[in-house]
């Protein structure tokens, strides 16, 4: 071991520096905290934006396609066909996962109190095998599917059945306009009660047999208002958005999940400037108090740093001295960062003892998605920036002089 090291080792164990023992813990306890806040924040943040995400392709999938045509209304849409081409094309596409067919019709809901405006949105059988929408049920159950006629069963979102009064197994008319004198009336009864806490849906959006809207619009079964395309995930979807458009003709139109909902993915990008601004602030406290606790080791030593001198160490041996003992305390600042960083993460993930509004912020509990690549640059980061501002306060050793340290009190 050199004398630098060992040195280095003995520092912090003189009973009398009290003072100096306290200031270690302040910067353990520093570098600790900034990294284990910048690895929740990022974490939860991440989840956030997962999560959001999530909701977003479950209930339009990573793409829309439809009829194109300028010339038509929200209920005279161009229907496609399921035996078009290029939707085989487009399922040996790499990463695609399923497609899922689609109607729409615009309908008023009218309970025996209320009456509302919906979008009634249709699926076939089988969308069961998928279903993100069961992921959402709070109450009732799913859509049931007869083999001869479309089924009257309707999935409510938790804000609709309040405001119609209804509940599972309640009865209610859906009006369906055909003109501006006509319409037709179907009865339906409330099998579900789903809640994805955005408005979006939550206040427009009912689910029923995709069947019934293909009679209404006086469709055969090999017509539909469009398919939602599904992918392993979204950043792949997004890598093969050429490859699909290659396949469609020009009756065909594409639309992502980014372009359809932007308002939200540019809030996530207003978002990650604030909360990188906020935690440049915290990691640069904690540099701050690292200088800080290192002029204070310094400083109580003054007398120890002249006595070497004299007897002939050298600046860079002292400079190494005081090196290697910051190493010491950023090694235990990382160690416990690290534990309690990803030990809060982990008890929300499993337990999500920190609740939320969902009517505020889309979900119930504080979303977590641990990113250990995250975690690994974070942790190196603040091992860069530690390991630099250490630098700094050792070459004040070079300007104290041995006499005058010797004196010093």
Known sequence: MSMARWIASRLGQDKNMGFSKAVERIAIGSIALGLAVLIVSFSVFEGFKAQLTDKLCDFSGHFQLAGYDANVNFDEVRPLSTASPALKQIAQIPHFAFMQPYSKRAALLKSDTEVCGVIFKGFDKAYEENAPLKNYLRQGQFIQFPDTVPSNDLILSQHLSKNLSLKCGDSLVAHFVESKTTSRYRKMRVAGVYRSSLEEFDNSIVFCDMRLIQKLNNWPDTLVGGFELYFENLNLAEQQTDLILDELSYTMLLTSVLDAYSYFFDWFKIIDRNVFIFLSIIVFVALFNIISVLLIMIVE???????????????????????????????????????????????????????????????????????????FILNILILFLVLFMILLPTFLISFIKPIRAIRFQ
């Not at 002292?318 to 950023?330: A, D």
């Open 301 to 375: 030593r003054v007398e120890m740093i002249g006595i070497l001198k004299t007897i002939g160490a050298s600046n860079g041996q002292l400079q190494r001295i005081f090196f290697y003992k910051s190493i010491k305390l950023m090694y235990w600042g990382v160690l416990w960062g690290n534990l309690i960083g990803l030990a809060i993460c982990w008890l929300q993930a499993y337990f999500q003892w920190i609740p939320m509004d969902e009517d505020t912020y889309y979900m119930r509990a504080v979303p977590v998605l641990l990113n250990y690549a995250v975690v």
